[in-house]
């Protein structure tokens, strides 16, 4: 196989997910040329009882269409077999994946949402400036966290969460971690063998570009941690934040950590309720300065609380880290314990789900939960990276 075309010759022979494929009869060329890490997206013309698909000789799928996806270059034979009584067919043909003409990045190269919960790091991490619209913040939320510019974002409260990819597919390759994200956890010291400080877990889910258009708007599938299946674990919560009512009383605690006790008010789907608090550390508003509505759902998995206030007087408070799966739950320096494998999707119902790849990862915090002066749990990252590209001047192993 030539792994080397002119640029002319492979703009005019490369396609993904997109309508450029040169139709015949069938719907279906005998030929393509396709970067590493892209979808092709097949739909034959040609209708029939059921269907198989084969690679190398390898049963892949029975759909009537077919993406196919490889991490590998090379050469691939794929055979299309309509099964029916009255125009049965056969069609083999030939897929070549080459090399990328611009290497792929390992990390973030696009934000698509950022909707974080109220918190006392929101309108900071990234900064609102008066007049920023969502699409302003978007933008800084991408500045931040894309490539190696390692600059936290806060999600807030739970709920809060971003959507980020790559310019690629992450594959799911099997036995493998796929994919890290960096937090800012840390361990505190009185207790090391605790793995406790400040874990702050966010639950990670990962959605696969089935209809190949590029946005997020596919199934989403959270990825099973160590604490999916924990009788404490809540599956299905939600819970509703309400902008401050700026006619409210003022009331401070009593140590005057916090300077507004009941700052924004919260209700849940379990008939709980409650405040965020306001504490002196953040003075700015908490409640996202670019989102017009009064009130903010968010909706996902509840994680139980890791927080323990182990002085007795509300001076030292450590969160816990979770064993597994969940993002700013470990420190950075722990690469395992920050990675994720995509085999660990689950649907609605937690059964356990076959993709392909990921084209978008999403992070949302998973507690709800307050700490005295220490404020509210909120999932805090800076940087995302796909463990199957090598990186800078060090060649994948």
Known sequence: MKK????????????????????????????????????????PALVGESYEWYVDGTLV????????????????????????????YDFTFEIHVLH?????SPYISRVYEYCPAPGQFINEMPRYEEGD?????????????????????????????????????????????DFRIWGNCFYELLQPDKKGGSAEPGIVMVSYDAN??????????????????????????SITYHRPDPSRPII????????????????????????????????????????PADTMTFSGTLLAANGEDISGMGSYYVLYSYP???????????????????????????????????????????????????GETSTELSRAQDLHISLPGIPQP
């Open 324 to 374: 597994w799966g969940y993002v700013d739950n470990h420190p950075n320096e722990y690469e395992e314990l920050n990675s994720f494998d995509i085999s660990n999707a689950v649907d609605r119902e937690g059964n356990p789900v076959s993709l392909p790849g990921a084209d978008f990862i999403r992070v949302y915090t998973g507690v709800n939960q307050y700490c005295g002066w220490l």
């Open 133 to 177: 619209t969502y699409a302003d913040i978007l933008q800084k939320a991408e500045e931040s966290i894309s490539g190696t510019n390692d600059i936290m974002i806060s999600l807030g409260g739970y709920g809060g969460y971003v959507t980020f990819g790559f310019d690629h597919t992450v594959i799911n390759v099997a036995g493998e971690m």
């Open 252 to 291: 401070p605690d009593e140590d005057n950590s916090l300077s507004d006790i009941n700052y924004i008010g919260w209700d849940d789907n379990a008939g709980n309720s409650g405040f965020m608090a306001k504490n002196i550390f953040h003075g700015q508003e908490y409640y996202p300065a670019w989102v």
């Open 4 to 43: 080397f075309l002119s640029a002319v010759c492979l703009a005019s022979l490369l396609c993904g997910c997109h309508n450029e494929i040169p139709m015949v009869n069938l719907g279906i060329d005998d030929t393509y040329y396709i970067p590493r890490m892209q979808k092709l997206e097949l739909k």
């Open 100 to 104: 990328e003409e611009i290497e792929y």
């Open 61 to 88: 799928s029975r759909d009537k269409d077919y993406i196919f996806l490889a991490s590998e270059e090379g050469d691939y034979e794929l055979e299309l077999k309509i099964i029916d009584p009255a125009t049965p």
């Open 212 to 237: 190949c258009n590029g946005l997020p708007d596919d199934e989403w599938y959270e990825l099973a941690g160590s604490e999916y299946r924990s009788p404490a674990t809540r599956h299905g919560y």
